[in-house]
């Protein structure tokens, strides 16, 4: 069953938590709805569930329209940070809960219990209390509990936040394992990208209640469609520098840009558009795709600056490089073999092919050759 959401519109008072927010989620799909802390994540949710009303907008799964059916007719399942199951009850009756609440006859709860803990790995414990469960044993008894109704939609927000980060890995696999084995449509809250990145087919990146991208996990690092996301999907994140275009020398085939007080040249077939002069652009990069240079050649924008910072990251290294009296960048290299010290003059290459362009009043990204006005 799919889910689709239309132009909702939710205020709190003065707050406009949603703002015009569209997705459609297809059957089978897990969606991951990614964005920073405040930005509306829950309130979809709460909205899809019937908790709340939106002001304005549609909500559809399968067919149906749903605005106005209870909570209860739904048949959409919920799990949330914390997964609040019954103290007083058995694992067994904490799942068999919602079952006996809608008068559904004992062996077939039976039935359905078993079948779930199967799928879930719990049967050795059903006849324990909550107290007597690990912090992820709880959560697939909450999972147990969502499920166990056979819902048509499953949400789940933030449900691994109160875990430890090894427990949150292996739930992250299993929760992705059950939901394409019962390939139920799915849409899953979180604000850790990678999180977002390891579970779903696709992600929509949300800000200050509005859709900013939907697509894949690929798509959506390589192609970043405006700097919200291409600053919020990727660790650490994209650098911008802010360029003006001081000259276009289309005899030359040259492009000569200035950022903070340099001169740097790019061909002009690298660039992804005409621009103007005096135009502003910026354009960003990702850590690990700038190199440290050591000759001359290169087949991209070349820049000096100076380490001011280390710092280990694993298998990564982090290098802080000052470019300009208030200008820094940073890469990620694994070689070891590079001498870091700070204060060291070094020069690093971006690629050309690396190199993503944005209109800096939208922050759009730039793309084909689209001319831009000043
Ligand atoms: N009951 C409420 N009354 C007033 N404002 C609210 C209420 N609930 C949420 N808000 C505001 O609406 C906005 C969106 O909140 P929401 O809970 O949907 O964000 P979120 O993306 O889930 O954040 P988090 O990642 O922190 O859980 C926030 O600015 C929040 O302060
Ligand atoms: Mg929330």
């Known amino acids: 069953m799919n889910l689709r959401i239309e132009n909702l519109t939710r205020n709190y008072g003065s707050v406009k938590a949603l703002d015009n927010f569209s997705l459609e989620v297809k059957s089978g799909e897990f969606m991951a709805l990614l964005g920073p802390s405040g930005c509306g994540k829950t309130t979809v949710v709460r909205c899809i569930a019937g908790l709340i009303n939106p002001s304005v907008g549609q909500i559809y799964i399968g067919d149906q329209l749903v605005n106005q059916l209870p909570p209860k007719d739904r048949d959409v399942a919920m799990v949330f940070q914390n997964y609040a199951l019954y103290p007083h009850m058995s694992v067994y009756d904490n799942i068999a809960f919602p079952l006996k609440m809608r008068k559904i006859p004992k062996q077939q709860i039976k039935d359905k219990v078993k079948n779930i803990s199967q799928l879930l790995e719990i049967e050795s414990f059903l006849s324990r209390k909550p107290k007597e469960l690990s912090g992820g044993q709880m959560q697939r008894v909450a999972l147990g509990r969502a499920l166990v109704r056979e819902p048509k939609i499953f949400l789940m927000d933030e449900p691994l936040s109160n875990l430890d980060a090894k427990l949150r890995t292996y739930m992250r696999a299993e929760i992705k394992k059950l939901q394409k084995k019962i390939s139920i449509t799915t849409l899953y809250i979180t604000h850790d990208q990678l999180e977002a990145i390891s579970m779903a087919d696709r992600i929509a990146v949300m800000n200050s209640g509005l859709v900013q991208q ?41 492009v000569a840009i200035e950022s903070n007080g340099r001169d740097l040249q790019i061909p002009i077939n690298k660039l992804p558009f005409k621009l103007p002069v005096e135009k502003n652009i910026i354009i960003g990069i990702r850590p690990r795709d700038i190199l440290f240079l050591t000759n001359e050649d290169f087949n991209g924008i070349k820049v000096k600056g100076k ?68």
Do not use: C, W
Request: glycine share 8%; proline share 4%.
């Open 307 to 374: 380490i001011s910072f280390t710092e280990l990251l694993g298998d990564d290294s982090l290098v802080e490089i000052k470019i300009g009296i208030d200008e820094s960048i940073k890469v990620t290299t694994t070689d070891i073999s590079l001498d870091f010290t700070i204060g060291k003059d070094v020069t690093v290459g971006m690629p050309y092919d690396k190199i993503h362009f944005f209109e800096p009043r939208t922050g759009n990204r730039l793309v084909g050759l689209q001319s831009i006005d000043r």
């Open 214 to 254: 939907i697509g894949t996990a690929e798509k959506i690092y390589r192609e970043p469609a405006n700097t919200f996301v291409a600053d919020f999907v990727g660790s650490p994140s994209m650098n911008f520098l802010k360029l003006s275009i001081i000259e276009s020398d289309y005899y030359n085939d040259n």
